[in-house]
Protein backbone atom coordinates (compact mmCIF):
# COMPACT_ATOMS: atom_id res chain seq x y z
CA UNK A 1 0.00 0.00 0.00
CA UNK A 2 1.54 3.50 -0.78
CA UNK A 3 0.69 5.30 2.84
CA UNK A 4 1.96 4.91 5.48
CA UNK A 5 1.32 6.52 8.66
CA UNK A 6 2.69 6.60 12.48
CA UNK A 7 0.10 6.66 14.56
CA UNK A 8 -3.79 4.90 15.04
CA UNK A 9 -6.16 6.07 13.03
CA UNK A 10 -8.60 8.38 13.91
CA UNK A 11 -11.02 9.13 11.23
CA UNK A 12 -10.27 9.16 7.91
CA UNK A 13 -8.83 5.60 7.35
CA UNK A 14 -8.50 3.28 4.01
CA UNK A 15 -4.26 2.98 5.27
CA UNK A 16 -1.87 1.13 7.32
CA UNK A 17 -0.14 2.28 10.37
CA UNK A 18 3.23 1.94 10.58
CA UNK A 19 6.09 3.38 13.53
CA UNK A 20 9.46 5.19 12.34
CA UNK A 21 10.36 9.32 12.64
CA UNK A 22 10.23 11.80 9.87
CA UNK A 23 13.77 12.70 8.90
CA UNK A 24 13.55 16.55 9.52
CA UNK A 25 12.14 15.30 12.73
CA UNK A 26 15.39 12.86 14.03
CA UNK A 27 17.40 14.42 16.82
CA UNK A 28 14.66 17.40 17.75
CA UNK A 29 14.03 17.83 21.38
CA UNK A 30 10.51 16.72 21.42
CA UNK A 31 7.57 20.02 22.50
CA UNK A 32 4.87 19.04 25.06
CA UNK A 33 2.64 21.27 22.42
CA UNK A 34 3.08 22.52 18.94
CA UNK A 35 0.86 24.73 17.12
CA UNK A 36 -1.76 23.44 14.13
CA UNK A 37 -3.16 25.04 11.48
CA UNK A 38 -6.51 24.76 10.39
CA UNK A 39 -7.19 23.41 7.08
CA UNK A 40 -10.49 25.14 6.51
CA UNK A 41 -10.52 28.58 8.68
CA UNK A 42 -6.97 29.13 9.07
CA UNK A 43 -6.88 29.09 12.84
CA UNK A 44 -4.36 28.23 14.93
CA UNK A 45 -4.73 25.59 17.21
CA UNK A 46 -2.43 24.07 19.97
CA UNK A 47 -1.86 20.36 19.93
CA UNK A 48 -0.44 17.66 22.45
CA UNK A 49 2.97 17.06 20.62
CA UNK A 50 2.27 12.91 21.19
CA UNK A 51 -1.68 13.09 19.15
CA UNK A 52 -2.30 12.02 16.46
CA UNK A 53 -5.85 13.87 15.57
CA UNK A 54 -7.17 17.32 17.23
CA UNK A 55 -10.27 19.24 16.30
CA UNK A 56 -10.66 22.85 15.40
CA UNK A 57 -11.26 24.55 18.34
CA UNK A 58 -12.93 27.68 16.31
CA UNK A 59 -14.68 25.92 13.42
CA UNK A 60 -14.67 22.30 14.75
CA UNK A 61 -12.71 20.80 11.91
CA UNK A 62 -10.78 17.37 12.27
CA UNK A 63 -6.95 17.73 11.86
CA UNK A 64 -5.41 14.75 11.03
CA UNK A 65 -1.34 14.80 12.99
CA UNK A 66 -0.13 11.69 11.64
CA UNK A 67 3.27 11.12 9.92
CA UNK A 68 2.68 9.92 6.03
CA UNK A 69 5.40 7.95 3.88
CA UNK A 70 5.09 7.70 0.37
CA UNK A 71 6.72 4.52 -1.34
CA UNK A 72 4.62 3.78 -4.32
CA UNK A 73 2.43 5.03 -6.47
CA UNK A 74 -0.64 7.05 -5.26
CA UNK A 75 -3.46 9.46 -6.14
CA UNK A 76 -5.14 9.27 -2.58
CA UNK A 77 -5.33 12.71 -1.23
CA UNK A 78 -2.71 13.65 1.31
CA UNK A 79 -4.54 16.26 4.22
CA UNK A 80 -2.58 16.04 7.54
CA UNK A 81 -0.63 18.33 10.04
CA UNK A 82 1.82 15.92 10.17
CA UNK A 83 5.25 15.10 7.93
CA UNK A 84 5.09 13.71 4.38
CA UNK A 85 8.11 12.01 2.57
CA UNK A 86 7.88 11.24 -0.61
CA UNK A 87 10.85 8.48 -1.31
CA UNK A 88 12.44 8.01 -4.34
CA UNK A 89 10.21 5.33 -5.63
CA UNK A 90 7.09 6.83 -4.48
CA UNK A 91 4.96 9.58 -6.70
CA UNK A 92 1.64 11.73 -5.74
CA UNK A 93 0.01 11.98 -9.08
CA UNK A 94 -3.28 14.65 -9.32
CA UNK A 95 -3.35 14.94 -6.09
CA UNK A 96 -3.01 18.26 -3.89
CA UNK A 97 -0.66 17.65 -0.73
CA UNK A 98 -1.76 19.58 3.01
CA UNK A 99 0.95 18.97 5.19
CA UNK A 100 2.71 20.63 8.18
CA UNK A 101 6.77 19.62 6.14
CA UNK A 102 7.11 17.34 3.56
CA UNK A 103 10.67 16.04 2.08
CA UNK A 104 10.60 15.26 -1.53
CA UNK A 105 13.00 12.28 -2.85
CA UNK A 106 10.47 10.74 -5.34
CA UNK A 107 7.62 12.27 -7.80
CA UNK A 108 4.86 14.84 -6.74
CA UNK A 109 2.83 16.91 -9.87
CA UNK A 110 -0.10 18.73 -8.29
CA UNK A 111 -0.26 21.43 -5.47
CA UNK A 112 1.29 21.33 -2.27
CA UNK A 113 0.22 23.31 0.95
CA UNK A 114 2.91 22.74 4.03
CA UNK A 115 2.09 24.58 6.95
CA UNK A 116 6.11 25.10 7.72
CA UNK A 117 9.13 23.52 5.72
CA UNK A 118 9.10 22.05 1.83
CA UNK A 119 12.06 20.42 0.81
CA UNK A 120 13.03 19.13 -2.88
CA UNK A 121 16.05 16.48 -2.88
CA UNK A 122 15.35 15.73 -6.44
CA UNK A 123 14.29 17.13 -9.55
CA UNK A 124 10.54 17.82 -10.03
CA UNK A 125 8.34 20.19 -12.49
CA UNK A 126 5.37 20.97 -10.08
CA UNK A 127 2.26 21.74 -12.00
CA UNK A 128 -0.28 23.11 -9.17
CA UNK A 129 1.01 25.74 -7.03
CA UNK A 130 3.41 25.76 -3.82
CA UNK A 131 2.54 27.68 -0.45
CA UNK A 132 4.68 26.84 2.67
CA UNK A 133 6.44 28.78 5.20
CA UNK A 134 10.58 27.90 4.05
CA UNK A 135 11.38 26.29 0.53
CA UNK A 136 14.29 24.76 0.12
CA UNK A 137 15.72 23.58 -2.79
CA UNK A 138 18.85 21.13 -2.93
CA UNK A 139 22.28 21.53 -4.76
CA UNK A 140 22.12 20.02 -7.73
CA UNK A 141 18.22 19.63 -7.87
CA UNK A 142 16.52 21.64 -10.06
CA UNK A 143 12.47 22.34 -9.56
CA UNK A 144 10.48 24.05 -12.10
CA UNK A 145 7.20 25.94 -10.96
CA UNK A 146 4.45 26.08 -13.40
CA UNK A 147 2.38 27.80 -10.75
CA UNK A 148 2.84 30.73 -8.41
CA UNK A 149 5.21 29.85 -5.44
CA UNK A 150 3.78 31.61 -1.86
CA UNK A 151 6.32 31.14 0.64
CA UNK A 152 8.06 33.42 3.74
CA UNK A 153 12.07 32.21 3.32
CA UNK A 154 13.46 30.85 0.64
CA UNK A 155 16.95 28.68 0.51
CA UNK A 156 17.86 27.87 -2.88
CA UNK A 157 21.18 25.70 -3.54
CA UNK A 158 20.12 24.46 -7.16
CA UNK A 159 18.31 25.82 -9.46
CA UNK A 160 14.73 26.89 -9.64
CA UNK A 161 12.36 28.44 -12.41
CA UNK A 162 8.89 30.18 -11.65
CA UNK A 163 7.17 33.35 -10.00
CA UNK A 164 8.15 33.56 -6.57
CA UNK A 165 6.11 35.84 -3.98
CA UNK A 166 8.40 35.95 -0.63
CA UNK A 167 7.16 38.02 2.88
CA UNK A 168 10.57 37.09 4.14
CA UNK A 169 14.34 36.43 2.93
CA UNK A 170 15.11 34.64 -0.33
CA UNK A 171 18.43 33.33 -0.06
CA UNK A 172 20.65 31.94 -3.27
CA UNK A 173 23.31 30.50 -2.17
CA UNK A 174 26.99 30.10 -4.45
CA UNK A 175 25.57 27.13 -6.12
CA UNK A 176 21.92 28.63 -6.50
CA UNK A 177 20.32 29.37 -10.03
CA UNK A 178 17.13 31.36 -10.45
CA UNK A 179 15.45 32.16 -13.03
CA UNK A 180 11.46 33.72 -13.07
CA UNK A 181 9.75 36.76 -11.21
CA UNK A 182 10.58 37.60 -7.88
CA UNK A 183 8.69 39.87 -5.26
CA UNK A 184 10.92 39.32 -1.95
CA UNK A 185 10.82 41.67 0.92
CA UNK A 186 14.64 40.71 1.38
CA UNK A 187 17.12 38.73 -1.17
CA UNK A 188 20.73 37.24 -0.40
CA UNK A 189 22.47 36.24 -2.94
CA UNK A 190 26.16 34.46 -2.08
CA UNK A 191 29.17 35.31 -4.54
CA UNK A 192 28.43 32.81 -7.23
CA UNK A 193 24.55 32.84 -7.12
CA UNK A 194 23.07 34.17 -10.03
CA UNK A 195 19.13 35.65 -10.27
CA UNK A 196 17.92 36.19 -13.52
CA UNK A 197 14.42 37.61 -14.28
CA UNK A 198 12.14 41.03 -13.25
CA UNK A 199 12.41 41.60 -9.24
CA UNK A 200 10.66 43.74 -6.83
CA UNK A 201 12.54 43.99 -3.75
CA UNK A 202 11.77 45.73 -0.43
CA UNK A 203 8.80 46.60 1.25
CA UNK A 204 5.89 44.28 1.95
CA UNK A 205 5.76 41.42 -0.80
CA UNK A 206 2.53 41.64 -3.23
CA UNK A 207 0.46 38.96 -3.33
CA UNK A 208 -0.20 37.40 -6.82
CA UNK A 209 -3.94 38.85 -6.39
CA UNK A 210 -2.39 42.40 -6.00
CA UNK A 211 -0.15 42.04 -8.34
CA UNK A 212 -2.53 40.73 -11.22
CA UNK A 213 -4.97 43.87 -10.55
CA UNK A 214 -2.07 46.04 -10.84
CA UNK A 215 -1.11 45.13 -14.16
CA UNK A 216 -5.36 44.84 -14.67
CA UNK A 217 -5.75 49.01 -13.45
CA UNK A 218 -2.40 49.02 -16.76
CA UNK A 219 -4.05 47.57 -18.99
Known amino acids: MPLLLNGVSAKEGNVVARSGEHPEILHTPVASRREVVCFDCQAVNKASARA ?21 RSTQRIRTRGNVTVHKKGSLLGTAVHCGSLIVEGSVAGSIYAQETVEFRTDAKILGEIRC ?69 GGRARTEEEENEEEDQEN
Open 52 to 72: TSTQCANCGTFIDLRDVEIRE
Open 133 to 201: RRLIIDRRVTLAGLQPIHLEFLELQGHLTGRIFASGVVHITRHGRFEGGLDAARVRVDPGGELQGPMRI
